[in-house]
């Protein structure tokens, strides 16, 4: 075999074994085999570039950056379904399709998946590209995203002529999104709300890298060529065979009443499905039918959505409690005399803060009223006061905190009371803990949420810079902590000493210096005693540094505890002044707002942009009227010099911009 014969060959055999495992659930081999296929495949496409194919099973990993996604319009549009609320409402649907249709009319009926809708194009069999619904005339072109999903086949099985749409679903299943939240949790990031709103925001994100992590599946419900299928249930039992990921639950029937029977039956059962649904489809089966009967303005006269209730049920409120975060921030909780809600037992339920309760007048020993949106805590919807005992007594939120007993308070314009016991309060010391060791900060190996709070539990730790005095002999033996995973502790911890500055200045946990305002400091100030000793202007006077942040940042810095954390910290080499690579050469360009486009001869664009910033200016993206220069190479976009030229920004050359740099300034 040569190497051409040799590559194909293996991307025809792995494109087979991703088939029988995501789609038939029928696997020939191991993992550890198809990774093996998988590595060899990547090899040799690495050293034979000439083999590229952007459909290759290789491509599946993702790797491509995408900054915005272009805008592309349906062949045909993506109408969205006219909803049905009852029984009832069927009947009068089949009324009126058989005013127009006076032969039998036979259904399908699908299961209707709670995710994001999708358009792929298919060419001579291959996917060419993939676009979400959008407006159901045009949507965005997340092609790179999508082929990351292994149930989305990038080649068809058997021979396709000419281009035509499929379409589909693009869900997270459930148990995968309980793990994603499960690991974010772990490192300290907020979880997702619901399998749907993750799905629709993961096929948005810019790097398919992180798309390909993300659990997504694609459920097919229709290929849009009339030359393939006579009928939906021809569609339904065969789309598998080309490879497209059909959901087996469907029924084929002329009868209303069986079809009562389905939907009935996955209403009750459908918390024991995979993924969420929230209704069921309804559809003519026979597409010379369909033909006939048409579209009104909106919707297909021959398909029908079913919208289930919402899932929704009566408990008693049998007391509140109190969560204190790492911020201090208290978060009233509702303990709910436990009651099944689709198909789970629900024991809690968020109260948000005290305004929240307040205006509801929630108060213990009510009978409320809890609904499960698609979000994992569920929400009180309402409160029946007719239940309401005589002795009933309005809700007061504490004056104290229930975990260290200090006085709360409430900023004027917060929603949240704060326990202000920063030193002394146990959740707030273990979840600033958390959080300095979480993904996005010091990101510590070996040390997870729940080891944090033994160690403090265990009076190990009482502040971040305690981890860093740990000593094996101390950890070795606590729950859970053999030889080696505490060995892994204290290297992880070790290892926390080459992150860098800014990272460990988001660490910190200094209340509103998040990732992105972390890095603004960093860059401004360079290092942390600048920071620490910069007084209110000095902090306002940083580009998007408003006071709230400046505020909090000077009451860190009074705190004389933290202070001398910090003083530990820097003997035990943390990393607390940026690099030198990231230092500004200059300030010259101080004040001054660039867009950079096109291709230029010296430098890359990143080039351009980090000479740009270095020397104090800043870069946007668009132009507006903001904009003090736009710096173009060639294969500009028309669109944007002549936005440029009507908003009468100045157009300069790469020349022209090192020339700005080095003084010769003509242009000022
Ligand atoms: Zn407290």
């Not at 491509?59 to 006219?82: A, C, E, N």
């Not at 409430?410 to 146990?426: F, I, Q, T, V």
């Not at 003083?567 to 010259?588: G, P, R, W």
Request: with cysteine.
């Amino acid at each position: 075999m040569n190497i051409s014969e040799k590559i194909f060959s293996l991307r025809k055999k792995l494109h087979d074994h991703s088939y029988r495992y995501y789609v038939l659930d029928d696997p020939l081999i191991s993992d550890y085999d198809f990774d093996m296929m998988l590595k060899e495949l990547e090899r040799l496409e690495e050293e034979n570039p000439e083999y590229f194919d952007v459909n290759s099973p290789t491509q599946r990993v993702g790797g491509s950056v995408t900054k915005s996604f272009i805008t592309s319009v349906h062949s045909t549009p993506m109408y969205s379904l006219d909803n049905s609320y009852s029984l009832e409402d069927l009947k009068e649907w089949e009324k009126r399709i058989k005013k127009i249709i006076d032969t039998q009319i036979e259904y399908t009926c699908e299961l209707k998946f709670d995710g994001v809708s999708i358009n792929l194009t298919y060419k001579e069999g291959e996917l060419v590209r993939a676009v979400t619904r959008g407006d159901g005339v045009k949507g965005d072109d997340v092609t790179n995203n999508v082929k990351t999903i292994p149930t989305v086949p990038l080649k068809l099985r058997g021979d396709f002529k000419g281009e035509f749409e499929a379409r589909g679903e693009i869900v997270m299943p459930i148990s995968g999104f309980n793990k994603l939240n499960l690991s974010r949790v772990e490192n300290g990031e907020e979880p997702f709300k619901n399998p749907r709103n993750t799905a629709s925001g993961s096929l948005k994100l810019q790097d398919s890298k992180e798309v390909s992590n993300r659990p997504l599946e694609c459920l097919l419900y229709s290929v849009e060529d009339p030359k393939l299928f006579n009928n939906h249930i021809e569609f339904l039992q065969n789309a598998k065979s080309y490879g497209f990921n059909i959901y087996n639950n469907y029924k084929h029937s002329t009868s209303l009443d069986e079809i009562f029977e389905f939907i009935e039956h996955w209403e009750k059962n459908r918390s024991g499905l995979p993924f969420e649904i929230d209704g069921v489809v309804l559809k003519v089966n026979d597409f010379y039918q369909r033909e006939v009967l048409g579209f009104t303005s909106k919707f297909p006269r021959w398909a029908m959505a079913y919208k289930f209730k919402p899932e929704n049920t009566g408990t008693r409120l049998n007391s509140i409690s109190f969560q204190v975060g790492r911020t201090g921030s208290i978060t009233p909780v509702a303990n709910l005399e436990p009651v099944n809600l689709a198909g789970t037992i629900v024991k809690r339920a968020s109260l948000h803060n005290a305004d929240f309760i307040e205006s509801m007048d929630i108060r213990v020993g009510d009978f409320v009223y809890v609904e499960k949106g698609g979000d994992i805590i569920p929400k009180i919807t309402n409160v029946d006061k007719s239940k309401r005992a005589l002795d009933s007594k309005k809700f007061e939120f504490p004056e104290f905190c229930p975990e260290c007993g200090s006085k709360l308070q409430r900023l004027e314009g917060e929603a949240n009371h704060y326990c202000l016991n920063y030193n002394g309060c146990k959740p707030q010391i273990i979840g600033r803990i958390q959080h300095y060791i979480s993904r996005k900060a010091l990101d510590i190996e070996g040390l997870g949420q729940e080891t944090v709070a033994l160690l403090v539990n265990n009076g190990l730790i009482n502040n971040y810079s305690d981890l860093y005095d740990l000593r094996f002999d101390q950890i070795v033996g606590l729950e859970r902590m053999a030889e080696k995973s505490a060995n892994n502790l204290i290297n992880g911890i070790l290892d926390s000493k080459n992150i860098p500055f800014e990272r460990v200045l988001y660490g910190l946990g200094i209340r509103y210096v998040g990732e992105t305002v972390a890095k603004k400091l960093a860059k401004h100030f360079e290092n942390i005693d600048n920071i620490l000793n910069s007084d209110f202007e000095k902090l306002i006077s940083v580009d998007e540094i408003g006071e709230k942040i400046a505020k909090s940042i000077i009451e860190f810095s009074q705190n004389e505890q933290n202070i001398e954390i910090i003083n530990s910290l820097k003997n035990h080499n943390i990393q607390f002044e940026i690099d030198d690579s990231a230092k500004n050469i200059s300030s010259i360009l101080l004040g001054k707002s660039f867009v950079v486009s096109g291709v230029f001869s010296n430098f890359s664009r990143d080039e351009i942009k980090k000479l740009i910033e270095t020397n104090g200016g800043k870069i946007s993206s668009s132009i507006s009227s903001k904009t003090t220069y736009l710096v173009a190479g060639s294969n500009m976009g028309p669109s944007k010099k002549e936005k440029a030229e009507k908003l009468n920004i100045k157009i300069i050359s790469e020349t022209e911009l090192t020339n700005l740099i080095s003084g010769q300034n003509l242009l000022f």
